[in-house]
């Protein structure tokens, strides 16, 4: 996959941004069905949780720079929701900092690629079935509410 020229010094925010856009379109290529900014019941949020027929759960972390990688302790918590985890960067991250035992997706704002898979390790029947009604109850509400209508508590 060749990816495009970014822009020069695009500010953190819109690296997110793009690397989101990217990363979203590669796993719907993937025939993963992705939601950003999925709420796990710790607290936290990772940046894309996706589901695939079977009922697998992927995520990705998106890191727009050095620092947001290195001031980021949030990320192995994540590992105990999803059956494969992988980190999302672009081209230019410095990727040797990252995890190896983790999945790399190397992104830009039109798609991406993996470059290192993640492992498999697959979740526990309930842990499963606890995410997965999780993973629909919020994908349905942003499907079907009002954009001016608060986010309720999905727990």
């Not at 997110?16 to 990217?22: D, E, H, P, S």
């Not at 025939?31 to 990705?60: H, N, Q």
């Not at 410095?94 to 997706?105: E, K, M, N, T, V």
């Amino acid at each position: 996959m060749a990816l495009a020229a970014k822009p020069e010094n695009p500010t953190r925010p819109d690296r997110t941004v793009a690397l989101t856009r990217g990363v979203t379109r590669l796993f719907i290529d993937m025939g993963l069905s992705p939601i950003t900014e999925f709420r796990l019941p710790i607290k936290r949020r990772a940046d894309i949780a996706a589901l695939d027929r079977r009922g697998k759960l992927v995520m990705a972390e998106i890191k727009s720079c050095r620092a947001d990688f290195e001031s980021d302790q949030k990320w192995p918590e994540y590992r105990e929701y999803c059956d494969q985890f992988f980190f999302a960067v672009d081209p230019d991250f410095p990727a040797d900092i990252l995890p190896y035992d983790q999945g790399l997706i190397i992104a830009d704002e039109y798609g991406a690629a993996i470059k290192r898979p993640a492992p498999a390790r697959p979740l526990v029947a309930a842990r499963r079935k606890a995410i997965t009604l999780r993973f629909a109850r919020q994908a349905a509400f942003r499907a079907l509410a009002a954009p001016d209508v608060a986010d309720p508590k999905l727990d």
